[in-house]
């Protein structure tokens, strides 16, 4: 009987129930690092040896606590593997496999996996379109840029996630009044040139550097869109062999390898610029895809990312051969928005397509899934409707005060 095999799991928001699940059931030791302010979520204890809480959550973890508190554990316990359930803990890994010496990603390599200007940086490289961008380090530069760059542009917190923070500046006196207003943490952010048009996402699995899973998505209504306007998100994966699902699995792969991701699940964002019908990398991450993307691509696939990735993560401690289940090429879309109510009733909501109800408070949300891409589209246009008109509330977007 093989031994079991110890898990540092990091995640200061709640998600990745899936995978530590399938981890615990797999036969290993699962520790889960959260934010104390996550104590009373529903956390799958029978499947958890042990929770240890962090104060604060984001940027207000201390690091040095942080690894102080692991390597106690490390003192009585083997730690074979640390993993970042989420964006915000992508450096928090990163940092503790390098002190500790645990294989895995490492520092520089987790910078292009969380840093949007070290990803525009290595893409421009490595030769992977990319809109026109500039670092906000020195005037000239930036001068130079608003220049000879024509607007609109976006100023982008360099590590935020999704479209937290970005700022829509139309001229250049604009620019330098957000510039100035910034202050000390205006290296934080980058300026990008905005490129109208659809964006899509590429969700994936990698193994041995090699991508053995993807799945493209379209944004009916992209993050940006939602977070600085409100109303209601959409997506669903778009025609198998089609041009534009050609195209961006192979700028994918090409990001994939080129940012050096060695294993486990990544969600990379593109857009096809209206202007010249390009395929432009916009930014990438070494995690499960939000707001449910992952029960919509297991609704379209059969394949559960969060437990597959699980899978991967058990099989390289334990040097198993890892298997992809077989993969279904049907169609699923996801609706979801804020709710005037803490549990709002979808039971209206009673085609036979529709598969998932989001769980969360103060949400509304579905999944469909078809073997029709039309029949997908068609429901989520008539949902957006029917939500709009019942349920969604808009919420002012919070200001990023705390940067990474």
Not at 7 to 28: H, R
């Amino acid at each position: 009987m093989e031994s079991a095999k110890s898990f540092v799991c990091i995640s200061n928001y709640f998600k990745g129930t899936d995978f530590l699940i399938q981890l615990k059931k797999l036969g290993n030791t699962v520790y889960l690092v959260t934010s104390e302010k996550l104590r009373d979520k529903p956390w799958p204890h029978d499947y958890i040896d042990e929770i240890f809480y962090m104060q604060g959550q984001d940027t207000d973890w201390n690091l040095e606590h942080l690894l102080l508190g692991v390597g106690n554990l490390m003192k009585t316990n083997k730690v074979d593997a640390i993993v970042a359930l989420d964006d915000y803990d992508v450096e928090k890994a990163t940092y503790l496999r390098e002190n500790l010496r645990i294989d895995g990603m490492g520092q520089t390599t987790g910078r292009y996996f969380r840093d949007k200007l070290a990803m525009r940086m290595r893409a421009k490289s490595c030769g992977i379109p990319i809109p026109a961008f500039c670092s906000l380090f020195n005037d000239h530069d930036i001068n130079t840029f608003a220049d000879t760059v024509a607007p609109p542009w976006v100023l982008k917190p360099r590590s935020e996630a999704s479209a937290s923070g970005i700022i829509k500046v139309f001229d250049k006196e604009a620019l330098w009044i957000h510039i100035t207003e910034m202050g000390n943490n205006r290296f934080k952010y980058l300026l990008e040139q905005f490129k109208p048009g659809d964006v899509y996402h590429c969700d994936s699995l990698v193994l041995d550097r090699k991508k053995i899973f993807s799945l493209t998505s379209k944004y009916l209504a992209t993050p940006m869109e939602i977070t600085q306007g409100g109303g209601v998100f959409r997506s669903s994966n778009i025609p198998y062999d089609s041009e534009d699902d050609i195209e961006i699995k192979k700028v994918n792969e090409e990001v994939l390898k080129s940012f050096g991701l060695k294993n486990g699940a990544a969600h990379t964002e593109f857009i096809k610029c209206n202007e010249d019908g390009k395929i432009y990398f916009l930014e990438t991450s070494s995690r499960v895809g939000g707001a449910h993307i992952a029960e919509m691509v297991e609704a379209a696939s059969n394949i559960n990312l969060w437990k597959e990735w699980a899978i991967i993560e058990d099989a390289l401690v334990k040097e198993k051969i890892y298997q992809l289940p077989k993969v279904k090429k049907e169609y699923a879309g996801i609706v979801l928005t804020l709710s005037k109510y803490q549990h709002p009733d979808l039971s209206s909501f009673s085609d036979p397509e529709v598969c998932f109800r989001v769980p969360l408070d103060y949400h509304a949300g579905l999944i469909v899934k078809s073997d029709k891409s039309e029949r997908v589209l068609e429901l989520l246009n008539n949902y957006v409707d029917r939500l709009i008109a019942d349920y969604t509330v808009v919420v002012a977007q919070n200001k990023v005060t705390k940067l990474h």
